[in-house]
């Protein structure tokens, strides 16, 4: 069998995960789960969200986008701090709007 190689982290993703921290989330780092599982699972507020931590330009590799296809929720792609901010506060607004409705 051949031995694994280390995950490569995006150069962007300690500083992403110290911000998001210092701002109130909760964040697993992840990225040596492989199999194109995301690197980041981060929550606050009853929201819990898959983040891709991608350095600018940067594209998916075959095995995250076959995880990302067979996963049954959005997974953001993020290449700074706001990218997961502004997906969480979208799902923030669809979360009150849903209990509006009922």
Request: proline content about 4%; charged content about 30%.
């Amino acid at each position: 069998m051949t031995p694994r190689r280390a995950a490569k982290v995006d150069l962007n993703q300690k500083k992403i995960v110290k911000e998001l921290r210092e701002i109130g989330f909760s964040v697993a780092v992840t990225s040596t789960a492989h199999h194109g599982f995301p690197d980041l699972v981060c929550a606050m507020g009853g929201i819990t969200m898959l983040i891709e931590v991608k350095s600018p330009g940067g594209g998916l590799t075959p095995d995250q986008v076959r995880f990302h296809s067979e996963w049954c929720d959005t997974i953001v792609i993020a290449e700074r701090t706001e990218d997961v901010v502004e997906d969480y506060n979208r799902r923030v607004r669809l979360t009150k709007r849903n209990r509006r409705k009922k």
